[in-house]
């Protein structure tokens, strides 16, 4: 599992515990004065896992179309002109 996937896995986590715990607030008739306290907060709430998860796996995206990454791929393999790796003293 990437980190893109994990990262996604724990925002949808924490996105069903938040929408779970505004409907308890919303329903829940003892929680009244919660749900006054919070206002419209209450919407932004509910919407800001969304941007969360976005920005999340714009952070730690990992690609896979063979782009070097700085902490991944240092040094481009060289290729010599038969299309192979040469490496350097081995008769390659």
Same mark, same amino acid.
């Given at each position: ?51 969360? *998860? ?12 063979? *782009? ?25």
């Amino acid at each position: 599992m990437s980190r893109e996937d994990r990262w996604v896995a724990f925002c949808c986590g924490v996105s069903v515990a938040v929408w779970a715990a505004l409907a308890w607030i919303l329903v829940d008739e003892d929680l009244q004065g919660v749900q006054e306290a919070i206002g419209w907060w209450m919407i932004a709430l509910a919407f800001a896992p969304g941007p969360i *998860t976005a920005l999340g796996i714009v952070l730690f995206a990992e690609p896979g179309d063979g *782009t070097p990454v700085s902490w991944a791929d240092e040094e481009r393999p060289q290729l010599n002109a038969r299309g192979l790796e040469s490496c350097g003293g081995c008769g390659g």
